[in-house]
């Protein structure tokens, strides 16, 4: 079992367009029972009283015009506890990878990476809150997880 938590700033549009873009990769794949797989934030922006936000406008009309459902998905923080219970963590970014083993601790800095790293690219994933551009943002997550998905065969 692979237990991935992909990870970004907010936890409202990159890394869950990861976690259910993965879910529905795996699903498809009929690798459901290989993976278990989850998202969250390096900063409590997005959780309020323990609530987190939902899905992000932009991305859910995005997921949604491709079959993803992103019902129930709310934004949730890292913590150090999540160190055991996860064998990798995918970050969008490089202050991602940086916050990640700030949260986590030594103990767990091997297990901090950049998504792009599996399709075999340095860069960061485009960060729509900036850039505007979903689709571009889409793109770079989609071709990560590709490389993921061999990688974990
Ligand atoms: P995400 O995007 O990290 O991809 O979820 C952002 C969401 C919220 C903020 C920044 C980025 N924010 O500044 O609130």
New binding site residues.
Partial sequence: MHKIMFV????????PMAELLFKDMVKKAGREKEFYIESC?TSD??VWNGVGAPV?PQIKTLLESRGISCAGKRAQVLTKAHGEQFDLFLC?DDSNVRNARRILGEKHADKCQKLLSYAGESGNVA???YTRDFNLAYEDIKRGLEGLLNSLS
């Fill in positions: 970004c700033l907010g936890n409202i549009c990159r890394s934030a922006e997005n992000y969008m960060d729509p809150w």
